[in-house]
């Protein structure tokens, strides 16, 4: 009986199957025991990292109702902070994908708050930024409350704000989405044209039949001139008088290495990402042309990176369906130039932010347990948790000196990762593991066990650790007593579940998301102790 009890409420080797005993964990989905996350750290989580796939305990549809129902809490404590995360983390490049913020903005422009409604509707060119934003954002409020005043007006400003090139972009570009078009928002918002131009480009968007071509503008007038193009050298010659993306060209030319040498140009970077593929299918990206040294050297420049707001979730994406040769739906097939490959290697470190190295001695442990393996980030296909926390390992990995790697379930596991491997190759040693559960504790365990010197533990993880016969913050606090070290935790999380392995309470403990642009700076400025004392806990 003693030794039950002893089991039971001892403080410092608690197995991971019940609570720490005073503390406040919570039961995670794994079974385990973890602190709930603050809910203002969960809407970070859910903003950057989205919950396409779910989890292997949690299915999309669960997790995305409990983040919008953690979302909603959040809302009505504080609408203001609120709006001023969602318009940060869409308009700095932090996430992915934008369809969580438009999400989270259309539930602001849904608050009881005035002020919140006020500020929500307000922000809307900001986070809507595209035809498709808007189409998104009016499928998400139109489930939410009614088209008053205020809300119609939003989408009018929308509108008027951009001018007349601008807006014949737009209605070209992005015509209709989610069962939205613009003919629908036009009708509800009823913006006033200004001018003769404008008011020819709203009756061309809303269908009226007697509009003359010659009275369209900008992109408007480029697309309804390819619908009527007799030849590839009219296409081409229209491509380029007129800047056009590949969304107006007509579908039977986009097989045609000239029509895609003409919109080369005029590609944005996430374009030239997503297009890769095109363009080595027509032959465009053999080695040594010409046009694939330009596209590399777009690739790489740091200032496109930034201008694009690239992601490097966009760049991995890039990555993971370029090098496999074809399509995700394995539908069109094309050579891999090698020099793409390094190319898309390069553009992923400098889609961060830079980071200045700590100088310390750090210990990477990667979660490769089976949890890990499901589910996809951000809704990449192909890429799990467990790949993606190798691939934003490597930015630590190839910035520090001083950096032991491994992988975790529920013992310690040998990775091939190292500094100056090519992203793919990280990726790949993570890959085909064999399953196990989840013991996050094992870092510490094995640091201890080997006599290692660490500053600081980087554990990637989705924090449904149950398997261990000690929690992680007891293996890290025994580590600190037995060596002398007061060595800090960063848990990045990988999934937008509510849990994390960090002690809140504990200044040397820190939560970030895994995937935002400025994760690695955060983690090193944490470690080299540059945000000052006592700001553990908080989460990037």
């Known amino acids: 009986m003693a030794h039950t009890i002893y089991n039971l409420f001892n403080r410092k080797a608690t197995p991971q199957s019940m609570p720490i005993p005073g503390s406040t964990q919570v039961a995670n989905s794994a079974g385990g025991f973890a602190w709930q996350l603050d809910p203002w750290k969960r809407l970070m989580r859910f903003l950057v990292l989205g919950t396409e796939g779910g989890t292997f305990y949690i299915s999309e549809q669960a997790l995305t109702r409990d983040n919008a129902q953690n979302a909603l809490r959040v809302l009505a404590e504080d609408g203001p902070r609120f709006v001023r995360t969602v318009v940060d983390v869409s308009e700095n490049g932090r996430a992915y994908k934008n369809d969580p913020a438009l999400f989270a903005l259309a539930l602001a422009a849904a608050a009881e708050d005035a002020e919140t409604r006020r500020m929500a509707l ?43 090139e601008q807006l014949a972009f737009q209605l070209a570009k992005y015509q209709s989405r989610d069962g939205w078009s613009h003919r629908d928002l036009l009708r509800l918002a009823h913006p006033l044209p200004e001018g003769e131009a404008r008011k020819a480009l709203f009756r061309w968007a809303v269908g009226a039949e007697d509009v003359a071509i010659e009275s369209l503008t900008g992109l408007v007038a480029g697309l309804e001139q390819l619908q009527r193009a007799q030849s590839e050298a ?82 991995l994406a890039a990555l ?21 490959v390094e190319a898309l290697n390069t553009a992923f470190g400098l889609a961060f932010e830079n980071v200045v190295p700590t100088g310390k001695r750090l210990y990477l442990g990667l979660d490769v347990s089976s949890s890990m393996s499901w589910g996809m980030v951000s809704g990449i296909p192909g890429l799990a948790p467990r790949e993606a926390s190798a691939a934003l390992a490597m930015i630590t990995v190839n910035t520090e000196e001083k950096v032991i790697i491994r992988g975790f379930s529920t013992n310690m596991i040998p990775l091939r990762i190292k500094a100056g491997q090519s992203l793919a190759q990280a990726v790949a040693a993570v890959s085909n593991l064999p399953f ?23 554990v990637y993880t989705d924090s449904e650790t149950w398997a261990g016969k000690i929690h992680p ?20 999380g990988m999934t937008s579940n ?43």
């Open 473 to 492: 913050v007891q293996a890290l606090r025994d580590y600190r007593e037995k060596t002398g070290i007061p060595a800090r935790l960063v848990v990045v």
């Open 320 to 340: 993971v369906t370029y090098q496999q040769g074809h399509g995700m739906r394995g539908s069109g097939q094309w050579a891999v130039a090698p020099e793409v």
């Open 436 to 458: 196990g559960g989840t013991d996050v504790a094992q870092p510490m365990l094995d640091a201890l066990k080997h006599d290692l010197a660490v500053d600081a533990f980087v």
């Open 498 to 540: 509510g849990f994390t392995i960090a002690d809140p309470e504990d200044a040397g403990m820190l939560d970030v998301v895994g995937f935002s642009t400025s994760t690695p700076s955060a983690i090193a400025d944490f470690i080299a102790d540059r945000l000052g004392a006592g700001e553990g806990g908080a989460e990037e």
């Open 234 to 315: 009219e296409v081409i010659q229209l491509i380029r008088e007129y800047k056009a993306p590949r969304e107006v060209v007509p579908t039977q030319y986009l097989t045609s290495a000239a029509v895609w040498e003409a919109l080369l140009p005029s590609l944005g970077i996430t374009a030239l990402l997503r297009n890769l593929g095109n363009l080595s299918k027509v032959g465009l990206l053999a080695e040594g042309a010409g046009i694939a040294r330009e596209v590399v050297g777009r690739m790489t420049d740091r200032a496109t990176l930034r201008r694009g707001r690239v992601h490097p979730l966009q760049v």
């Open 122 to 164: 307000e922000a809307l060119p900001r986070v809507a930024r595209t035809g498709t934003h808007l189409f998104h954002f009016a499928s998400y409020v139109d489930g939410l409350r009614g088209w008053g005043r205020g809300l119609r007006q939003a989408v009018s400003n929308w509108y008027a704000g951009k001018n007349d």
